[in-house]
């Protein structure tokens, strides 16, 4: 049997990569944290797309604007988001992060990477120069996969 060729794709390094890198986001997200995981991507899409409006949110979210309407009054009694009328529509209003959210997404950040910090200290130095190669191209990899739509 022919051992694969390491400057072609392979299906089995493919099958691995997907495995550990679904892990490893999971590990971070399953961090305890004062959100919900509903809550905290509402938050992130808030802070990189907002002033948005509820409907917009929702359909970056892919859930239903009546789930997000759910998600948003969590957010909003938590003072992490607020609601101000939309200045082109009178029916409807936009969400903006409010201070308290956005500390909260620096905190999550913060302790995320302490949290691979941590881990990465316990690899060998060889292991070190591996990972710090591999993330430029994993950063590539990222650009390159294609979102199903």
Do not use: C, H, Y
């Not at 051992?3 to 392979?10: E, F, K």
């Not at 971070?28 to 944290?33: D, W």
Request: hydrophobic fraction near 45%; charge should be positive.
């Amino acid at each position: 049997m022919n051992a694969p060729s390491p400057t072609q794709p392979d299906t089995e390094v493919a099958a691995r990569l997907r495995v550990a890198l679904g892990r490893l986001n999971r590990q971070l997200l399953q961090r305890q944290s004062d959100a919900s995981f509903a809550q905290l991507s509402a938050l992130f899409v808030i802070e990189k797309w907002g002033p948005i409006r509820i409907g917009d949110l929702a359909q970056r979210e892919k859930v239903a604007a009546p789930s997000m309407t759910r998600t948003l009054g969590g957010l909003v009694a938590a003072g992490w988001v607020q609601r101000e009328p939309d200045p082109e529509d009178g029916r409807s209003f936009m969400v903006t992060l409010t201070p308290p959210g956005a500390r909260l997404l620096a905190k999550v950040r913060r302790e995320r990477t302490a949290a691979l910090v941590q881990g990465m200290e316990r690899l060998t130095p060889a292991q070190l120069v591996a990972l710090n190669a591999a993330v430029p191209v994993l950063e590539q990899l990222a650009d390159e996969v294609e979102p199903k739509r």
